[in-house]
C-alpha cells in the first residue's frame, strides 16, 4: 500500500520522530472515524441553529437520546440492528426536537423573545432533559436488573469489519462513514433540489423572502427540528457502537467539542462545519499522540487542546455573521494609508 | 461653505465583492447633502466606513475638527467617531427599548461623572450634573412637541415619533453632523414632510446632514445637493433638479 | 404596580426577622451548654439513628445504588444481632444523596448533624470527607467513610474513621503481582485525580523497590470516550518498550479503555494489571474485554481477605435478596454499619467523643466480611488483606471476576488458574 | 424525633445562602444589566476561592517559621502541621482574611477583565459558551498544577475565627462576615446600578451597537463590569474557602453556575432584591429536601434527579410565563426624573 511504503521512507529519514506503522495507522483510522462522528454530531446544530436563530444546549442530550434508545433498546428487548436503532433514534429524538420547539420556542419567539431568552431556555431544557433520562435509566435499571448508567459497547450484527492489509476497519467504522456519506448526500440533495431544503435556507437568510417558497415558515421550523434532533440521534446509536463504554453524560461530555466544530463553522456554513470536525478529530487524536510521545505531555492535557482550539477560532475568526457582532477593532488603525 | 466631511476615493471590498470602489463625495457644513442609489449600491457601506464600522480598503475619510481643519477619522471606532462630532441613525430605528424616551435622550451625552464606576455610587458627585441634562433633554423634547411622550416607553411610540427620538438624541451633545439612514422609510408622506421640515429647521441651527433614502419624492424637495452611488462607484452628482433628469440614473434606477 | 415596594419591605423585614432570631437566640444559646439527646427513650426501648450520606446519583452511582441495598441489610443484621444479645435497642437508618459532590456532602452531615445524629456513614469520595472533615471535628460527628483511601486524610485525632486500607498497600500488593508475572518495565496509565496520582506514585515506588522500573501516564477522567489516550498509550507502550500496562481507574473509564485496549494489537500483546476499580462492574463482560483478558492476562488487586467466609455468605446472601453482585467496598461499608452500631452501644452516651473512643475499642475485636477492622492511629484500617482477581470464562461461555489469588507476606499466592 | 437544633439550620443555611447571594447578585449585574451571558461564573468563584486558600495555606505556615516549600501545604506533613498552627492567632487570622479577600477580588476581577478579550466582538451565545469551556480550562490546569495541590487540593484551610474557641460562636462570627459581604454587595450594586451608569448599562444590553454609536466605549464597560462581578464571585470563593476549608478542581464545574442561572432568572432579571429571594428559595428548598426525602424512602426514583428537573423546566417556565421574574426590573430613580416632572408641571406641559 502507499501510505505504508511512504512510512518506510519517512522513517528512513535520519533524526526525526519515530512513530510506527501500526500506531500510525490504527491512528489514522481513528481520526477519519472521529471526524465522521463530529460530523453527524455537529451538522444538525450549524442546521438548527442557522435555520432556527436558537443555540440549542438540548443539543447533546439529543446525542445521549439517541444512544440510549439504541442501549434500551439492545439492553431490553436484546436487539442488535443497527437500522431499527437508527429508525427508533430519529423518530423518538427527532419528536422530541420538534416538541421543544412547540412547547417553548416557538411560542418564546411568537412572543418576541431575544435570542439569549431562547438560549437560556435551552438551558434550562438541556438540565431536565439529562436528568429525566438519569430517572427512566434508573427505573430501568431497577426492573430489569441491568446496569445502564454504564454500558458496555453494543456489537450490531450484520456489519462486517473489513481488513486492507494491515490496517482494520471496524465494523463500527465502516457503519459510521456509510452514515456520514448518507448524511451529507442527503443533506445536499434536500437543500440544494428539493422545495423544502430552498425554503430552509431561505428561512435562514431571509425570514420574510421565505414565505415566497409557498411552505409555510412554522413547517419549514418544524421539519428543520425533526432532521436536525433525528440526525443528532442517529449519531447516538452509532456512538453506542465504538465508544468503549456509554453513560448518560456522554453527550454532555462532547458538547464543547461539538459546538467547537459548529463554531469553527460559524454555526452557518455546513462546509466549513465539516471541515471544523476534521480538524477538532485531528487536533485531539495526532495532536495528543505526538505530543505525548514526543514531549512527554501528559494525556490528560486532551481537553485542553480543544479548548484552546476554541478560543483560538473565537479570537481570530468570530463567528460575527451567526451571533452578530460588535463593530470594534481593538487594534484600529487610524489613516492607515497616510 | 467650507466642506465638513470629505470622503477621497473611499472603497470597501468584501473578499471579491466591491460594496465601495472609490467614492469621493464632500459635504458642506450647514447643508443637507442627500445619498440616493439602488438597493445595494453602497450607501449604507459608505456610511459604515464613516462611522467606523468597516475599515475602508483604500482612501480616507476627512472631518472638519473644533481648531478647523481636515482630520482623518477613518479606522476610527464608532464611540470615536461619534464624540468627533459625528450622529448616525438606522435604517431600522435602534433605541434602548426598555428605557423611557427621557433615558434614551439622557444616556447620549458623552461625558457624565455619574457613568464612571469610581462616581456611580455616590450621588452627590453627580446629581448636579444630571439635573442640568435633564432640564436640556426635557426642553429640547418639549420643543419637538414630545412632551407628552417623557415617560412612555420606546414601544408604545409611533414610527414617526421613534424616527424623531433618534435625531434628538444627537442634539444632547454637540454633534455637528448627522448621517440619518433612511429617516422618512416606513412614515406616511405628510409625516415624512414634518420630518424633513425639522432637519430643515435644524439646518438653519448650523447642523448639517448627509441623508440615505429612497422616497425620493420628499428628499429631493430639501436637500441641497445629491450623490447618486451604483454598483459601489459614484453614478452622478449635483443639484436635484440636474440629478433627476440625467439619463444615467434613470437607467440605473429603472434597470436596479 | 404598587406591588413593587410590598415583595421588597417583605424582604427586608424577613431578612430583619431571621438576622435577629440568629443574633438573639444564637448568642445567648451558643454559650449555654448544648443537651442534644441523639436517641430517644421510649417504652419500646432505645432507637438510635446512624446517618448515610451515599452517591446515589453522579459521578458513583451506579455503585451507591447497590451500596443503598448493603445498608438495608446491614441495619437489619445489626438489629437482630442486638435483639439476640437481649438489649432492647433499635437502629434506625437515613439515608441522603450527595451526588458525589462536595457541597451536598456537607450539607448531609450539616443536616444529620442538625437532627442530632452524631454517627454518619459516607462520604464516598475523599475530596467529600475533606470537606466534612473541619464541621465534623468541630460538631464531634464521627464520620465512616467505606471507601475514601486519600493519604492526605490520615490524620491522628480527628473524628474522620475509613474502613479500606489504603492504596499504598494495594499498590504495593498490585506491584509485587506485575514483577512476580515476570514484568520489569511498567507504564502506568493512571487517573488524574488523587486516587490516580497517590495510587501511582506508591506503585512507581514500591516498584523500583522490587527493582522493575515504572513510569506514570495520566489520563482526564469524565471524557465521554478514552479512545485517543488509549492509542497514545499504545504509542508509548511501542516506542519505549514497556512489558506491561498497570491501569488506575474507576469502574466506567476502566471498562471504557479496556474496550478499546482489546480493539489495539500493540496493546494485546502486553500483560495488564489493573486496581479494584472496575472490579464489579458489569460492562466488563463482555466477550471482547473477557477475550482480551484471556489474551493479556489481566490480573488486578482489591482489598479483600480471599477464602474469607462472611464475605462469601455476604454476597450469596445479597445475590438471594436483590438478585445483583456486591460492588467494590460493599463489604467495608458494611462493617462500618455493624462497628458504627456497635460502638454507640458501648459509648454508654449519646455522644460523638464517646462514640469514637468507643470505635476504636470495638474494631479492634470485630472480624467482618472485610476482615480484622482494627484501627491505626489515624483512624484507617490497620489490616488489610489484598486478593487477586481475574475475568473468567464461565461453563457457560459467559465471563464472570474471579478472585484467583491472595497477597501474603511480599508475594502472591495464586489458588486457582484463571487463564489456560 | 430527636430535638431539632434550629440554630444550627439557620446558621449553615444562612451561610450558604450568603455565598450565593454574592454570585447571584452579581451575575445580575453583569447578565440583568449589561447583557454578559457568563455562563462562566464558576471559575471566578474557582479563583478566588484558590487564592485565597493558596494564601491563606501558604503563609499560615511561613509566618509560623514552617518553610512551604519544603513543607508544603498539600502534603501530609503540610495538613497536620496547618492543624496544628492554623487558626491560633487572632491577628494572624484576620489579617490573612482580609488579604485573602483583597487579593480574591483583584485577582478574579483581573481574569474576568482580561477574558473580555476573546468575547468582545461575538454575541452572546458564544460568549456564554467561551466562559463555559475557560471554567473547564481552569479545571484542567489546577489538576495538573501541584502548588496549588493540583489533584489533591488544598486542605486544612484555617477557619478565620477558629481562635474563637466555640465553633458554634465561631460559625456564627464567620455567618456575620458573609452576610456583611452580602449587605455590601448588595447596596454597592444598588448604588451603582440607581445612577447614569445603570442607564449605560441597560443602554448596552439593549442595544450595543446603537451604544456604541453613541459613544459608550463598550467594550471597556463590559470588562468592567465583569471585573466587578467577578471581583464579588472571587470574594464570595474565598468565604467558600474557609466555609468548607479544602478546595479541589472538581467544585468548580458548571453545574453551580447553572443553579445561579437558575435562581437569577427566577427572582428576575435586572432585579437584585429578586436574586436574592431566588436564592433564598432555592437555598432552602435544598436545605429542606435534605429533611423530606428519608422520611419518602423511595429508592428507585432519584430525589436529586426529581430536583435538578424541577429547576429545568422552572428555568423554561419562567422564561415562558413569567419572562420578568419574580420581581420585575424597576425603572431607574436619578434626580432626573424629580427635574422632568418640576419642569413639565411649570410648563404646564403635564405627563
Redesign the interface.
Known amino acids: 500500500m502507499l501510505p505504508q511504503v511512504l512510512h518506510r521512507a519517512y522513517l528512513r529519514c535520519p533524526k526525526m520522530p519515530q512513530v510506527s506503522w501500526d500506531v500510525l495507522s490504527s491512528l489514522t483510522v481513528m481520526v477519519v472515524h472521529y471526524s465522521f462522528l463530529y460530523m453527524i454530531f455537529a451538522m444538525p446544530l450549524t442546521l438548527s441553529y442557522r435555520t432556527t436563530k436558537v443555540i440549542n444546549f438540548v443539543h447533546s442530550n439529543f446525542i445521549t437520546y439517541g444512544a440510549y434508545v439504541a442501549i434500551l433498546l439492545n439492553g431490553l428487548y436484546g436487539n442488535r440492528n443497527m437500522l431499527l436503532a437508527m429508525a427508533s433514534a430519529f423518530a423518538i429524538v427527532g419528536g422530541i426536537a420538534v416538541l421543544n420547539n412547540i412547547a417553548v420556542f416557538e411560542p418564546l419567539s411568537r412572543r418576541g423573545a431575544k435570542p439569549v431568552a431562547l438560549m437560556i431556555s435551552s438551558m434550562g431544557l438541556w438540565i431536565f432533559y439529562k436528568y429525566l433520562l438519569y430517572t427512566i435509566i434508573d427505573l430501568a435499571t431497577h426492573f430489569s436488573r441491568v446496569n445502564f448508567v454504564s454500558y458496555p459497547k453494543i456489537v450490531y450484527e450484520w456489519i462486517p469489519s473489513v481488513s486492507l492489509d494491515s490496517v482494520r476497519l471496524s465494523s463500527s467504522f465502516i457503519a459510521t462513514s456509510l452514515s456520514a456519506a448518507a448524511m451529507i448526500v442527503g443533506l445536499y440533495v434536500l437543500l440544494e433540489k428539493t422545495n423544502l431544503g430552498r425554503a430552509m435556507r431561505a428561512v435562514s437568510d431571509n425570514p420574510i423572502l421565505s414565505e415566497i417558497s409557498g411552505i409555510p415558515k412554522r413547517t419549514v421550523i418544524n421539519l428543520t427540528w425533526l432532521i436536525a434532533g433525528g440526525i443528532a440521534g442517529v449519531g447516538g446509536v452509532l456512538w453506542t457502537s465504538y465508544a468503549g463504554a456509554i453513560t448518560p453524560e456522554a453527550g454532555d461530555s462532547m458538547i464543547l467539542q461539538v459546538f467547537t466544530v459548529g463554531f469553527i463553522g460559524g454555526l452557518t456554513s455546513l462546509t466549513r462545519t465539516c471541515i471544523g470536525a476534521v480538524l477538532i478529530a485531528s487536533i485531539e487524536n495526532y495532536g495528543i499522540t505526538l505530543l505525548n510521545q514526543f514531549f512527554r505531555v501528559e494525556t490528560s492535557y486532551k481537553p485542553f487542546l480543544t479548548f484552546v482550539t476554541l478560543i483560538t477560532t473565537l479570537i481570530v475568526s468570530p463567528p460575527l455573521g451567526a451571533g452578530g457582532g460588535l463593530p470594534y477593532r481593538l487594534f484600529r488603525r487610524v489613516g492607515k494609508s497616510a | 461653505m467650507p466642506n465638513i466631511l470629505e470622503a477621497r476615493d473611499l472603497a470597501k471590498y468584501f473578499g471579491g465583492v466591491r460594496a465601495l470602489d472609490g467614492v469621493t463625495i464632500s459635504v458642506p457644513e450647514r447643508s443637507i447633502v442627500g445619498l440616493i442609489g439602488p438597493n445595494g449600491s453602497g450607501k449604507t457601506t459608505l456610511f ?1 466606513v464613516v ?5 475602508p480598503t ?3 475619510v476627512l472631518l472638519k475638527n473644533n481648531s478647523g481643519s481636515m482630520e ?9 467617531v ?2 468627533k462630532g459625528v450622529v ?1 441613525t ?1 435604517q431600522v430605528p ?7 424616551v ?2 434614551n435622550v ?3 451625552p ?1 461625558v ?6 469610581l462616581d ?4 452627590s458627585r ?2 448636579k450634573q ?2 442640568e ?3 436640556k ?3 429640547l423634547l ?1 420643543k419637538f412637541g414630545m ?2 411622550y ?2 412612555s416607553r420606546i414601544t408604545e411610540l409611533s414610527v414617526a415619533h421613534i424616527k424623531l427620538l433618534e435625531t434628538i ?1 444627537g442634539l444632547m ?1 454637540s454633534a455637528k453632523l448627522y448621517l440619518l439612514d433612511e429617516p422618512a422609510a416606513g412614515v406616511d408622506y405628510g409625516v415624512a414632510r414634518e420630518l424633513f421640515n425639522y432637519i430643515r429647521g435644524l439646518r438653519e441651527e448650523g447642523l448639517t446632514f448627509l441623508i440615505v433614502e429612497h422616497r425620493l419624492d420628499v428628499l429631493m424637495d430639501y436637500v441641497d445637493y445629491v450623490y447618486v452611488l451604483h454598483n459601489g462607484k459614484l453614478l452622478s452628482e449635483g443639484k436635484p433638479s440636474e440629478v433627476v433628469n440625467d439619463p444615467k440614473v434613470i437607467e440605473a434606477y429603472i434597470g436596479g | 404596580m404598587a406591588s413593587k415596594s410590598i415583595p421588597t419591605q417583605l424582604i427586608y423585614l424577613i431578612a430583619g426577622v431571621l438576622i435577629g432570631l440568629v443574633a438573639g437566640y444564637g448568642v445567648f444559646s451558643i454559650t449555654a451548654p448544648q443537651p442534644r439527646p441523639g436517641e430517644v427513650p421510649t417504652g419500646e426501648g432505645r432507637v438510635f439513628t446512624i446517618g448515610f450520606t451515599l452517591p446515589l446519583s453522579g459521578e458513583l452511582s451506579s455503585i451507591g445504588k447497590i451500596w443503598e441495598k448493603v445498608v438495608r441489610l446491614a441495619i437489619e443484621d445489626l438489629n437482630n444481632e442486638v435483639k439476640a444479645f437481649g438489649l432492647n435497642i433499635t437502629f434506625n437508618y437515613e439515608i441522603l444523596d450527595d451526588e458525589t459532590k462536595e457541597e451536598k456532602a456537607l450539607q448531609n452531615v450539616q443536616t444529620f448533624a442538625q437532627k442530632g445524629i452524631k454517627v454518619v456513614i459516607g462520604p464516598a469520595a475523599s475530596s467529600q470527607v475533606k470537606v466534612v472533615k473541619a464541621f465534623a471535628d468541630e460538631n464531634k460527628i464521627v464520620i465512616i467513610s467505606p471507601s475514601s483511601t486519600a493519604p492526605t486524610l490520615a490524620l491522628k485525632g480527628d473524628f474522620i474513621f475509613r474502613t479500606v486500607g489504603s492504596d499504598a498497600g494495594q499498590a504495593k500488593a498490585l506491584a509485587t503481582l506485575a514483577h512476580q508475572e515476570g514484568s520489569r518495565k511498567v507504564i502506568v496509565f493512571h487517573r488524574n485525580d488523587e486516587y490516580g496520582r497517590a495510587f501511582a506514585d506508591f506503585f512507581i515506588n514500591y516498584f523500583k523497590d522490587l527493582g522493575g522500573t515504572a513510569v506514570s501516564q495520566p489520563y482526564q477522567t469524565g471524557l465521554a470516550d478514552y479512545a485517543a489516550e488509549v492509542s497514545a498509550l499504545a504509542g508509548r507502550v511501542q516506542s519505549e518498550g514497556f512489558e506491561a500496562v498497570v491501569l488506575v481507574a474507576f469502574d466506567t473509564d476502566g471498562a471504557n479503555i479496556l474496550s478499546h485496549a482489546a480493539e489495539s494489537a500493540i496493546l494485546s500483546r502486553v500483560r495488564w494489571f489493573i486496581s479494584e476499580g472496575p472490579h464489579g462492574a458489569s460492562e466488563l463482560l463482555t466477550q471482547s474485554v473477557g477475550e482480551f483478558a484471556a489474551k493479556v492476562k489481566l490480573y488486578g488487586t482489591r482489598p479483600l481477605f480471599i477464602a474469607n467466609p462472611l464475605y462469601i455468605e455476604l454476597k450469596e446472601r445479597f445475590k438471594e435478596m436483590f438478585g445483583l453482585e456486591l460492588a467494590v467496598f460493599c463489604e467495608n461499608l458494611y462493617d462500618a454499619v455493624k462497628l458504627a452500631g456497635w460502638a454507640i452501644i458501648r459509648a454508654g452516651s449519646y455522644d460523638g467523643e464517646a462514640i469514637a473512643k468507643a470505635l476504636v475499642e470495638v474494631a479492634k475485636t470485630y472480624y467482618g466480611p472485610s476482615g480484622w477492622t482494627a484501627f491505626d492511629e489515624t483512624g484507617d484500617k490497620a489490616q488489610q488483606d489484598y486478593g487477586v482477581w481475574a475475568i473468567v470464562k464461565t461453563a457457560e461461555g459467559k465471563y464472570e471476576f474471579r478472585d484467583v489469588g491472595v497477597y501474603e507476606r511480599g508475594s502472591i499466592v495464586f489458588i486457582e488458574v484463571a487463564y489456560k | 424525633m430527636p430535638e431539632f437544633d434550629l440554630i444550627g439550620f439557620l446558621v449553615q443555611w444562612l451561610t450558604v445562602f450568603g455565598l450565593y447571594s454574592i454570585l447571584a447578585i452579581t451575575l445580575n449585574l453583569e447578565a440583568g444589566f449589561a447583557g454578559l451571558t457568563n455562563f462562566g461564573k464558576v471559575v471566578f468563584y474557582g479563583i478566588g476561592a484558590y487564592v485565597g486558600a493558596t494564601l491563606t495555606t501558604y503563609l499560615t505556615l511561613y509566618l509560623n517559621n514552617v518553610d512551604p516549600f519544603e513543607c508544603p501545604p498539600y502534603s501530609i506533613d503540610g495538613i497536620v502541621k496547618l492543624i496544628e498552627l492554623g487558626g491560633k492567632s487572632p491577628s494572624l487570622s484576620i489579617g490573612l482574611l482580609a488579604l485573602s479577600l483583597l487579593a480574591a477580588f483583584i485577582a478574579a476581577g483581573s481574569v474576568g477583565f482580561l477574558l473580555t478579550y476573546p468575547i468582545l466582538r461575538v454575541g452572546p451565545a458564544f460568549v456564554g459558551f467561551t466562559l463555559l469551556s475557560f471554567g473547564e480550562l481552569m479545571r484542567i490546569f489546577l489538576r495538573h498544577y501541584e502548588p496549588v495541590g493540583g489533584s489533591k487540593g488544598l486542605a486544612a484551610i484555617p477557619r478565620p475565627f477558629g481562635w474563637v474557641g466555640d465553633p458554634r460562636l465561631s460559625s456564627f462570627i464567620f455567618l456575620l462576615l458573609v452576610l456583611g459581604l452580602v449587605a455590601l454587595t448588595y447596596i454597592a450594586m444598588n448604588k451603582l446600578t440607581n445612577s447614569p451608569m445603570g442607564r449605560m448599562l441597560r443602554a448596552v444590553r439593549d442595544d450595543e451597537i446603537a451604544a456604541l454609536c453613541l459613544g459608550k466605549h463598550v467594550p471597556g464597560i463590559k470588562a468592567l463590569t465583569l471585573f466587578i462581578g467577578s471581583g464579588f464571585s472571587g470574594m464570595a470563593g474565598a468565604l467558600m474557602a474557609y466555609y468548607f476549608t479544602s478546595v479541589n478542581p472538581d467544585m468548580f464545574v458548571p453545574a453551580v453556575t447553572f443553579n445561579v442561572w437558575a435562581m437569577v432568572i427566577l427572582g428576575g432579571m435586572g432585579n437584585f432584591t429578586g436574586s436574592i429571594i431566588g436564592v433564598a428559595l432555592f437555598t432552602l428548598m435544598d436545605r429542606l429536601l435534605a429533611f423530606i426525602t428519608p422520611a419518602l424512602g423511595v429508592a428507585v426514583i432519584s430525589p436529586d434527579y426529581i430536583r435538578w428537573m424541577f429547576v429545568g423546566l422552572l428555568i423554561v417556565v419562567v422564561l415562558l410565563f413569567m419572562p420578568k421574574g419574580l420581581l420585575a426590573e424597576r425603572p431607574l430613580k436619578t434626580p432626573a426624573l424629580d427635574e422632568a416632572r418640576k419642569l413639565l408641571v411649570e410648563g404646564g406641559g403635564g405627563a
Open positions: 459604515n462611522t467606523g464600522f468597516y475599515e483604500r482612501g480616507e482623518r477619522i477613518d479606522g476610527l471606532n464608532p464611540n470615536e461619534f464624540l448616525r438606522f435602534r433605541l434602548f427599548t426598555s428605557l423611557t427621557l433615558e439622557l444616556v447620549t458623552p457624565q461623572i455619574g457613568e464612571k464606576v456611580a455610587p455616590f450621588k453627580w446629581e444630571e439635573r441634562l435633564a432640564k433633554a426635557v426642553g418639549k412632551e407628552k417623557v415617560y438624541r451633545t
